[in-house]
């Protein structure tokens, strides 16, 4: 399953603290070796993956995979982009196996 979340683009309090990070998480249906949820919160995007490492080999190793996809393309908008342009978000992932 693969799902995004919306959060709004304003700072989200908790007892007057500002959240930092967001560990998104997607339930894993019965069978389903992976679970993709994307959440993008202010400036970055939160990727969190849940999976069954018995039914998906080398599951440990996919939030690494992501993030540094996730850093070549950030590397290559900022190589295309017009000096003044906006930086992509940064991707954040958790993972649970």
């Known amino acids: 399953m693969v799902t995004t979340a919306t959060f709004p683009d304003v700072p989200l309090r908790l ?4 959240l930092q990070r967001i560990t ?3 339930p894993l249906s019965p069978g389903h070796a992976l679970s993709v949820v994307i959440i993008v919160y202010r400036d970055s995007v939160h990727v969190g993956l849940l999976t069954d490492s018995a039914l998906l080999c080398g599951a440990d ?3 690494g995979i992501i993030a ?6 950030d590397h290559l908008c900022e190589e295309a982009a017009p000096p ?12 649970s196996s």
């Not at 930086?87 to 958790?94: A, E, F, N, Y």
């Open 15 to 18: 007892d007057g603290a500002e």
């Open 24 to 26: 998104p998480i997607a």
């Open 61 to 63: 190793r996919l939030g």
């Open 68 to 73: 540094g996809e996730a850093d070549t393309l």
């Open 84 to 95: 003044r342009a906006r930086r992509w978000p940064r991707v954040q992932s958790s993972q």
